[in-house]
């Protein structure tokens, strides 16, 4: 059997498999807003139980020929992870205040390279992060793993951030193909080692006229979001048509409008959102006006409103609702509507070398994801 | 390793023996095997070239696209899934498997995440009003003088990275300086290593920074018509250097943002939320460090024999009424007509000599020509 041979040019013998979703908006959306509420109840501890289910939800509905991945995650593993990465971050917090301090005396503001070593600790944090999202995925019974180390991969990152600067952002395909030939070079599914094969020439020459418009669109912002569109867009296509697992090749579609749709929808609800908000805050301080007997007169009218009790409940409340209502937009559209819209552009080649695989890979630990968390840095 | 391979032991006879297709994944390799399932005494599992049973109660459901029944089983590899399709069936199976959903998150797990998170979340309120000022107090003494100063002096170097360097040395006025300094140190039971400096800048102000040294800012200077009115002042930036309240809103700021940070940290759109409760509990802290400090420049001024109100009505020239203009839990000092009453009705009459001579009053003032 040498089917594990992967030749680029000549067509696969098998057609394409497509990547298929089938998660119900009706169950995301009731699913985040439980999961938002709980999360408001909780002061945001839901979030581990939360990010957990709306995994399992991607995953478990996205099915490659025909057979649906699987999240084996858990809240609890993300909670620990947390808790762990604190117990590290928090005397680092101190060491890092008393070491700025010292810095600061030599010279004013001379701490402010000591945010580089955090820096490092953020690209650490995406690099242990997905490895955690990898080793819980797993297809046909057997999982997706990662080795390699989180720190050479920060060194790395560093290195690639340092070119940016200096190429004044120019470098920016470069570092991409070079970071995510690092990760995929360490992933694996099964027996089946990851690779990333995406020319970073290809992404330069879709985007580089960015460098030349997005001074103009600060002037005429309304043309911002279809930039921020295309360019994720472009993104999404030049970095899914790259991934490589053995001979499976990955192949996407995704024409370069096909985020403008979303992104527009949420400016379009975040703005109704706060306009409903506004018109109510208004609304309740005219009804505080008229039945609270407070005066709207004169100079005392501000702080007779911000010393009134249930008029500042019911604005509490209302900035409440806002802020749940903005966290089920931003993951119904972000995250699942932009889920299901980039692997619908999706085709696997080459699905024979997958035909028997077998099992390898250990579980990781969520200390990666704890760290992303404690940081807040996004990536992935 | 297929813990659940059995020897056959031919159960397929019993009555209630039901049986259909099913899709199933060993867990050693991704090969998608066709097999046949039999409700036996036991969960039987026969393909061409494999025969594997699982007990029932070791089955447990895993996520599973809807339409479909995936389940696992304890006793087998990890990772090994039979997914049944037909709807009947898999009711047929789900009813044979009574600890099926136990690993599902049910509602009173989840209550008692909630309960868990309400624990975490009274007990990092409880630290911020109570363990974490507590803590300030007693760690603040700690803290060497050296290390004070260090922070002082980073201090020092931000403030005339805004302010430039434009200290006042007026010759006569910084002897009449430093004798007012030198008379209010003295019964303020601080050591000689104070220093004092008037800085030239229009906004009426004074402060004290880590590691006793405090500056006048020469509008203050400005608006002042007495050496008791600045006196007082001078006296109230020595209290704060005396209870070292800056080491102590270091500490107390810096573990309280923290925690707060803590609490909502990961909610969008929660940053009102933590700037609010931030400000609020920051505001309240600083206040108590106000009150204090002027109750130690009232103490000093009356050792001195020196009236106390001339402070106060300083503050009211500079502020004004202040209760109209903000909300009070808001504001880092109490409402400057709150700390005239104070003063005035501590005040006492002149029993001690004037703090400086005309002459050297108006020397101070013209410190910054």
Redesign the interface.
């Known amino acids: 059997m040498n089917q594990m041979n992967f030749i680029p040019q000549p067509p696969p013998p098998l057609p394409a498999v497509p990547v298929t979703f089938d998660g119900e908006r009706g169950e995301f959306f009731r699913l985040i807003g439980r999961g938002a509420l709980l999360e408001l109840v909780t002061l945001g501890f839901y979030r581990f139980w939360l990010a957990t289910d709306i995994r399992r939800h991607l995953w478990v509905n996205t099915a490659v020929d025909g057979d649906a991945a699987e999240y084996t995650g858990r809240g609890k593993e993300l909670l620990i992870g947390f808790l762990f990465a604190m117990a590290i971050l928090v005397p680092i917090y101190l060491a890092y205040f008393i070491v700025s301090v010292e810095a600061e005396r030599f010279k004013g503001f001379a701490s402010v390279p000591l945010v580089i070593g955090f820096y490092a600790f953020g690209q650490f944090a995406i690099y242990r992060a997905r490895r955690y999202r990898l080793t819980r995925t797993v297809w046909r019974g057997v999982r997706f793993w990662m080795d390699g180390s989180g720190w050479a991969y920060a060194g790395r990152a560093m290195l690639w951030a340092l070119l940016l600067v200096l190429t004044l952002g120019l470098a920016f395909p470069w570092r991409e193909a070079a970071l995510e030939r690092y990760k995929m070079q360490h992933s694996h599914y099964g027996n089946l080692q990851g690779d990333f094969e995406a020319s970073p020439w290809e992404l330069f020459k879709q985007i580089w006229w960015l460098w030349l418009a997005i001074p103009v669109c600060l002037v005429l912002f309304p043309l911002l979001p279809f930039i921020y569109g295309y360019f994720k867009a472009v993104e999404w296509r030049w970095w899914l048509s790259g991934l490589r697992f053995g001979g499976v090749r990955l192949q996407s579609r995704l024409r370069p409008g096909a985020l403008y749709g979303l992104y527009w929808k949420v400016i379009g609800w975040f703005v109704l959102l706060w306009a409903v908000t506004f018109a109510y805050f208004g609304g309740v301080v005219v009804v505080a006006a008229k039945f609270g007997g407070v005066s709207m007169a004169g100079p005392k009218a501000a702080q007779a409103l911000a010393n009134n009790i249930p008029l500042l409940i019911m604005l509490v409340l209302g900035y409440i609702a806002v802020i749940l209502a903005i966290n089920v937009v931003m993951r119904m559209y972000l995250l699942r509507d932009v889920w299901a819209r980039v692997l619908a552009s999706v085709e696997l080649h080459g699905i024979e070398a997958v035909a028997n695989i077998s099992a390898k890979g250990d579980l990781a630990s969520a200390l990666g994801e704890g760290f992303a968390d404690g940081l807040d840095v996004a990536g992935f | 390793m297929g813990d659940c391979d059995m020897d056959d032991t031919e159960q397929d006879q019993s009555p209630q023996a039901t049986g259909g297709q099913a899709i199933y994944?060993?867990?050693?390799?991704?090969?998608?095997q066709t097999v046949t399932v039999v409700l036996s005494n036991q969960l039987v599992l026969r393909s061409a070239d494999n025969f594997v049973s699982w007990p029932y109660p070791d089955i447990r459901r895993?996520?599973?696209?809807?339409g479909?029944l995936?389940v696992s089983c304890l006793s087998a590899?990890p990772?090994?899934?039979l997914e049944i399709r037909d709807s009947a069936f898999a009711a047929e199976l789900v009813a044979r498997c009574d600890r099926i959903d136990e690993n599902r998150?049910t509602h009173g797990a989840?209550a008692r995440?909630?309960g868990?998170?309400?624990a975490?979340?009274a007990s990092i309120i409880v630290m911020v009003l109570f363990v974490v000022p507590f803590a300030a107090d007693r760690l603040t003494p700690l803290v060497p003088p050296a290390m004070e100063r260090?922070?002082g002096?980073?201090a020092v170097?931000?403030l005339?990275?805004v302010f430039g360097n434009k200290t006042c040395d007026g010759a006569g006025g910084q002897a009449a300086f430093a004798k007012l300094v030198e008379a209010l140190r003295v019964p303020a039971g601080l050591d000689a290593s104070v220093g004092a400096q008037v800085l030239d800048t229009p906004i009426p102000n004074a402060f004290a920074l880590p590691g006793g040294r405090f500056f006048l800012l020469s509008g203050l200077l400005a608006k002042a018509n007495d050496p008791d009115e600045i006196a007082g002042v001078l006296a109230h930036e020595l209290g704060h250097l005396k209870h070292r309240d800056n080491l102590r809103q270091v500490i107390h700021n810096?573990g309280s943002s923290?925690l707060i940070g803590?609490?909502?940290?990961?909610?969008?759109?929660?940053g009102?939320?933590i700037f609010a409760s931030r400000t609020i509990v920051t505001a309240s802290y600083s206040r108590e460090a106000e009150h204090d400090a002027d109750s130690f420049a009232i103490e000093v001024m009356h050792k001195l024999g020196r009236p106390t109100a001339p402070m106060g009505e300083l503050m009211f020239r500079v502020t004004g009424k202040e209760?109209?203009?903000?909300?009070s839990i808001l504001a880092s000092h109490p409402l400057t007509e709150d700390r005239l009453e104070r003063m005035r009705a501590e005040d006492q009459p002149p029993s001690g000599p004037p703090l400086l001579t005309a002459e050297e009053w108006r020397a101070l003032k013209g410190i910054c020509k």
């Open positions: 994944f060993d867990g050693l390799s991704n090969r998608r895993v996520d599973a696209p809807s479909t995936r590899s990772l090994a899934r998150l989840v995440i909630i868990w998170s309400l975490a979340a260090h922070l002096e980073a170097v931000q005339q990275a810096g923290f803590l609490l909502f940290g990961d909610i969008t759109g929660a009102a939320a209760g109209d203009k903000q909300l």
